[in-house]
């Protein structure tokens, strides 16, 4: 392939515009701006950028823009790439290779997920056009086509590929230890705390204190076990053991903050070493 010419298709990608010009021209010989109407400033970023612009304000369909681009001084490969959401940047490496294989005819709609059909006999009024990826006798043949006619019925002497361009599945990301749960980001906010000791030790070394006092100057005034002698009994003995678990809490959070706080200096200070 001795020439390949990038046009990038869509409206509204001022935001885009740059990283997309730029990309393109790495791995291409010409780019250009097919601007459908945009209202931004896509167009006014493409000049300052020295990038050609061709508005189009016709239909979006697979005859209509190979015409267009066919009566634009084509390349020995034109490659049409549609501005869309689903669009990622990194995408655009992938579909240069595409247009670098044997093909004369390379192009994909715009599909969903559950969308099973033969893309190849997709009628181009129905289609919506993802990239298309095109020789000069490609561009040639979609430009004599027809709005109600399908990509079956091209000429058998051209090498054409067609295929369905899906939205990327979801991935579920990982999630880190502060996102993970609600116990998780609690667990998180007590690490980080600066004083655990005060959060947890001070309440717990207070109901611990109050159900010791407790268990010796209330349960010494029952006479004998009944419903309420047992209930306020278990519930002295609750507030002991919550009293004791909040200090054991509080001084193993300490501990750990510390650990951490050593591990983390000790981290920091060993890129400077070596």
């Not at 681009?69 to 940047?89: D, G, H, Q, V």
């Not at 994909?108 to 056009?129: G, L, R």
Request: aromatic share 8%; proline share 4%; charged share 20%.
């Amino acid at each position: 392939m001795e020439s390949l010419k990038i046009v990038l298709m869509g409206k509204d990608f001022e935001l885009r515009l740059v990283s997309l010009v730029v990309r393109a021209r790495e791995l291409s010989n010409e780019v250009i701006i097919l601007d459908l109407g945009s209202t931004d400033d896509t167009k006014e970023m493409a000049k300052k950028v020295d990038c050609e612009v061709i508005d189009h304000d016709g239909d979006i369909l697979v005859p209509t823009l190979s015409k267009v681009l066919y009566n634009n001084n084509p390349a020995e490969c034109t490659l049409l790439i549609n501005i869309s959401s689903r669009f990622k940047l990194r995408d655009m490496p992938l579909l240069v290779n595409r247009a670098k294989e044997n093909w004369d005819v390379h192009m994909s709609f715009s599909s969903e997920e559950s969308d099973n059909s033969n893309p190849q006999e997709i009628i181009y009024s129905d289609a919506v056009i993802s990239h298309l990826a095109a020789t000069h006798g490609g561009l040639e043949a979609l430009s004599n086509s027809n709005a109600d006619q399908t990509p079956l019925e091209l000429d058998q002497g051209l090498r054409v590929r067609v295929l369905h361009s899906k939205p990327a599945p979801k991935v579920q990301q990982r999630e880190s230890l502060a996102s993970a749960s609600r116990f998780a980001q609690l667990f998180y906010w007590m690490l980080e705390s600066r004083h655990p000791l005060l959060l947890f030790g001070i309440p717990g070394v207070v109901l611990f204190w109050v159900g010791y006092r407790l268990s010796g100057d209330v349960l010494d005034n029952f006479t004998e076990w009944n419903q309420t002698s047992v209930g306020v009994g278990l519930a002295v003995i609750a507030v002991t053991l919550m009293g004791l678990f909040a200090m054991m809490v509080g001084l193993i959070l300490y501990i750990m903050g510390k650990q951490v706080k050593q591990i983390q200096s000790q981290y920091n200070q060993w890129p400077k070493d070596q």
